[in-house]
């Protein structure tokens, strides 16, 4: 063949077969990246251009090479001559004929490269017409991609949504129509990939983010090592790691983003090592890698600080060095993504160093970056922000007043754009502005940006798909309820104060009660049934979705990505239900949150008490319905910092006891940290509130934070008259309830106050494998079950005839009252798999509380262990059983912070039963009363109570608690060496850790 070659002269045959093997060069080059077979073929198709007289064909086989030259080794004159060629080409061939739809298509790709490259937003506008007018001669899913690229890049530069819905359609296109075996697969679900991951920059919403990152590994699955977008490939996977860390934040607990992100950074530099270094996408893999190593340099000094030893490397200044190696390669200006990383990497370097020059670099290429991006970019606001923390660190090394006001205008900027553009982005940046602000004491200010995280908290959480996503972005800013409310309180806006704590307290809670709450009626007599049925079918749909795992996607691709498609379409489509039934009269309130005139009427029956501590100090606001604006009450010694040491000392002794029963040590290390918690909070917390509600015989406390875990309502106040025993607790001076936030007591007060329950289902499970048997269970379920007209009653004995949960949940819709006498397990790894366990293998979930509606349920006792503690990663949320079921549409629950004797159980829910439904008393003071009774009644005096009540009423249960307590009085004297009268007229039941467990949720 080289002889022929070096012929003065080719035949026609001689150059069709010189262009064939030109072609499978060029193809070949595409599939294992050879340099040399590029150099071949470029020389063969030369030699066919000056032998042919410039053929039509090698002009398209020039364009092709040159174009690859490009993504191989850059050069922007490659890629320029690429589009000459083309050009060509096309006034070489007839108009009508399939290679010129070829060529229409393929000077569509090149146009939309040298656009990417020149920021040409006019000519992605002529590759787009010339891509679509392909599409009679081409696949049509190598031009659904393409376009998706193309839409792509026109939002990057304008950051219109619709081009970016457009770009999603297009790549979901272009994996339907593709045929099997395609060897462009991969390249199409990268394409697809960095679209959802545009969007999820955009939205927030993790479900395009989960969906991304599978897409992305399924590509690397199907890419060819050798393959020309095998980097490519490898880059947006990688990039992908870090978005998901990210998106999760640094677990202190086993810290296995550090796993995620090392993955990332050795998937950079295999993608760096395989590209040349002067191809155009080269500076882009040099970026990522920096990014990269800049995150496991965060990462790894947090774990110095939990480790105490060294981890931090040289990740810092390896990251500085890569990127300004990226930026040498290209224009000023021309890689905003690189100057942003490198000015975010030396900040950190200059709040280190405290060097001047340094931090000054840093701000230059940070405010390169935030005037070379449009208002609309959705990356803007991010850039902002870290402007900001630039000009705040100078501020720290030399000091200037400008530099103050600087950053906090690039703040105020950045929050305010992100709510419109990226309000994750929104959260995390109001979020940082008001901790600063409030550091500063610059309230008012404080107050702004606490506006603007509540807003775009809600936001970003209302487009999430699951249950789990929601979760996820309400736990980004922890104890953001109690930081808000402290905030705007110093501002001395106390109204904003309690509007912001509820808005950003039980969240979920007050999400699902809106959607169960819905007056369906009221709609009916407007004319709008059609909307009530539009809205059960769209509400049904959403919540069926939501209730899947999303990371767990469909095995085949197309299958996936409708899925995906199909969840996020049933959320848009809820959305815009509830935005036309809030135009209706009257319904204004449905699915927004309340304004203070509308949150106020909470207090209507009794005093609303939110309370929260911050890093400053603690707030009380108490709402009453006599005052036309909340009490504000400070809380100086209610810091975060102390709350944690004393919540970590209780925390950890009743984790060592719990392990230990049988050691006295370990009972009398946790009785003592329980006792000095309650002091605590007493002092700290319950004496001053209770101040503000002097002349009321009950309240509700709604906590937030670690509050949440500690029982206020036992906390030992300042005052020594209390009539009922020597010492004083908080619930001596006023019944204590307690509730997600004030919109469950707006909801469920009308509809759960006028009844009057009158039927009963009890659950006792005595035995159960793995857990302490529970003796009592039966007898307490039976002294329930004897004071309701309908009362059913469920245990090992008649249990076999269905499946317990299927049947507890078929029965309970109808049920006013349900207690469960059982086990309870909090899993703090998955909240929604949080149980009460039944008989065998059979449990209670908080996932199936949640599709479940119970809008009948006036109460839910749960008698199990450590049933009341919340998820410890969303504090605020407050999600644990006790909220699953308030979600359900319970009216209130009583379930234990943790574990406690059955035999005491059996006393209290016996006392409390009598004082609610023998005595008159509301379910809230009669369960306040048996506490108290519990506590402050001798062991004469109880076995008294039920002597009386076996004689009145003949009570099996009665007499059986009798003998109750004449063998622990019995047992008590042999222990104590003590005569009976002695020991019978001690209160054996006065220590918090016995009677103050339980709490009451709810109305």
């Known amino acids: 063949m080289s002889g022929e070659i070096g012929k003065a002269r ?46 039509a064909d090698f002009v398209h086989l020039l364009s092709q090479a040159l174009y690859l030259k490009w993504k191989f080794k850059g050069g922007f004159r490659n890629l320029r001559r690429a589009i000459a060629a083309n050009k060509i080409f096309a006034r070489k061939i007839p108009v009508t004929s399939e290679v010129h739809y070829w060529n229409r298509y393929q000077l569509g790709i090149l146009l939309l490269d040298y656009s990417k490259r020149a920021s040409l937003c006019d000519k992605i506008d002529t590759a787009i017409n010339l891509l679509k007018s392909s599409k009679a001669g081409v696949p049509a899913y190598q031009v659904h991609n393409k376009l998706s690229e193309a839409y792509l890049a026109r939002f990057r530069y304008n950051s219109d949504p619709d081009d970016l819905e457009r770009a999603i359609v297009e790549s979901q296109a272009a994996i339907d129509t593709r045929p099997e075996n395609s060897p462009t697969f991969h390249g199409h679900l990268c394409q697809y990939s960095a679209v959802l991951l545009e969007r999820y920059h955009r939205t927030g919403d993790l479900a395009d983010l989960d969906k991304a990152i599978s ?50 950074i050795s998937l950079l530099r295999k993608a760096v090592a395989m590209t040349h270094s002067s191809a155009p996408d080269f500076p882009l893999y040099l970026t990522n890698l920096g990014q990269a190593l800049r995150t496991m340099h965060y990462l790894s000094e947090v774990w110095t600080l939990v480790k105490g030893r060294d981890f931090t490397g040289h990740y810092l200044s390896r990251a500085i060095v890569t990127l300004r190696w990226a930026i040498r390669l290209l224009p000023e200006g021309a890689l ?188 009916r007599e407007l004319g709008r049934e059609d909307l009530v049925m539009q809205y059960r079918k769209r509400l049904k749909r959403a919540n069926q979705y939501a209730d899947h795992t999303l990371n767990s996607p469909p095995p085949d691709t197309a299958e996936h990505g409708r899925w995906f498609s199909d969840a996020r379409n049933a959320q848009v489509q809820l959305q815009d239900t509830i935005a036309t039934i809030r135009m209706l009269p009257g319904f204004q309130r449905f699915g927004r949150h309340l304004r203070y005139s509308e949150l106020a009427p909470a207090a209507d029956t009794c005093p609303v008490i939110y309370v929260g501590c911050t890093d400053s100090g603690g707030v009380g606001l108490t709402i009453r319905a006599e005052q036309a ?23 950890r002794s009743y984790q060592e006891w719990r392990h230990d029963r049988e050691n006295p040590e370990r009972a009398t290390a946790w009785k003592n940290a329980l006792s000095d918690v309650i002091d605590y909070l007493g002092d700290a917390c319950m004496s001053p509130l209770m101040g503000t509600v002097k002349g009321h015989h009950e309240a509700v406390l709604i906590p937030t934070g670690l509050l949440s875990f500690l029982p206020l309502h036992a906390a030992r106040i300042a005052d020594d008259n209390s009539d009922t025993c020597d010492r004083k607790y908080a619930l001596d001076s006023i019944t204590l309830r307690y509730a997600p936030n004030a919109q469950f007591l707006l909801e469920n007060e ?19 494998a793995g857990h302490d048997s529970l003796p009592e269970a039966p007898w307490e379920v039976s002294w329930g079950a004897q004071l309701f ?215």
Request: hydrophobic share 40%; proline share 4%.
């Open 215 to 264: 897409l992305a590994r399924l590509a690397v699955q199907n890419c060819p090592s050798g393959h020309l977008t095998a980097a490519e490939t490898l880059n947006q996977y990688a990039v992908l790691h870090l978005e998901r860390h990210d998106s999760i934040g640094y677990d202190l607990k086993s810290f296995p983003g550090r796993d995620s992100v090392a993955s990332a």
């Open 789 to 1003: 007209p309908d009362s059913d009653t469920l245990s090992a004995d008649n249990a076999e005839r269905l499946p317990l949960k299927n049947r507890m949940l078929r029965e309970l819709f109808h049920k006013h009252v349900l207690h469960l006498s059982t086990h309870g397990v909090c899993d703090f790894g998955d909240a929604l798999e949080s149980h009460i366990v039944l008989f065998g293998d059979d449990r209670l979930a908080m996932r199936d509380l949640l599709q479940q509606g119970l809008p009948n349920t006036r109460l839910v006792v749960i008698s199990a262990c450590e049933a009341g503690i919340p998820d410890d990663d969303a504090l605020d949320e407050v999600i644990g059983l006790p909220t699953a079921l308030l979600q359900a549409g319970v009216g209130a629950v009583i379930a234990p912070l943790w574990s406690i004797s059955s035999k005491v159980t059996l006393l209290l829910m016996a006392r409390f039963y009598d004082g609610w439904r023998c005595e008159g008393m509301s379910p809230s003071s009669a369960f306040c009363t048996a506490q108290r009774w519990l506590r402050c009644t001798s062991n004469r005096e109880k076995k008294e109570y039920f002597l009386h009540k076996s004689a009145q009423a003949g009570s099996d249960g009665a007499l059986h608690i009798v003998e109750l307590l004449d063998d622990m009085v019995g047992f008590q004297c042999k222990v104590q060496n003590q005569p009976d009268e002695i020991v019978w007229w001690q209160r054996s039941f006065e220590s918090p850790h016995i009677w103050a467990a339980f709490q009451y949720m709810g109305v």
């Open 10 to 55: 080719l035949s026609h045959d001689d150059l069709d077969r010189l262009q064939t093997i030109a072609g499978t060069l060029l193809n070949r080059f595409r599939d294992e990246s050879h340099e040399r077979d590029l150099n071949y073929a470029k020389h063969l198709i030369d030699k066919g251009l000056k032998e042919g007289s410039g053929r």
């Open 336 to 523: 905003v993504s690189a100057n942003y990383t490198l000015g975010s990497c030396l900040v950190v370097a200059a709040s280190k160093s405290k060097s001047i020059a340094t931090i000054n670099e840093a701000i230059s290429h940070l405010k390169l970056v935030t005037g070379t991006v449009n208002s609309f970019h959705g990356a803007l606001p991010s850039f902002l922000c870290k402007l900001a923390e630039a000009y705040r660190v100078r501020l720290g090394i030399e000091e200037r007043p400008s530099d103050l006001h600087r950053a906090a205008q690039c703040l105020e900027r950045a929050s305010r754009l992100g709510l419109h553009c990226s309000p994750e982005t929104a959260l995390k940046c109001a979020a940082f502005w008001m901790k600063w602000a409030a550091e500063r004491k610059s309230w008012r200010e404080a107050c702004r940006a606490a506006c603007y995280a509540t807003v775009s908290r809600r936001r970003v959480a209302t487009g999430q798909i699951s249950y789990a996503a929601k979760m996820n972005w309400l736990r980004q800013v922890p104890q953001l309820a109690a930081h808000t409310a402290y905030c705007c309180a110093k501002a001395e806006n106390s109204q904003t104060a309690a509007v912001l704590v509820e808005s950003n307290r039980a969240w979920l809670v007050s999400e699902s009660l809106q959607h169960r709450r819905l007056d369906t009626k009221a709609l």
């Open 629 to 651: 604006n909340p009490t504000i009450t400070w809380l100086p010694e209610l810091s975060s910092a102390r709350l944690m040491d004393r919540f970590r000392f209780y925390h």
């Open 750 to 768: 009308p509809i759960h106050q006028p009844k009057e329950p009158t039927s009963f289902l009890g659950v006792a499970v005595p035995t159960c």
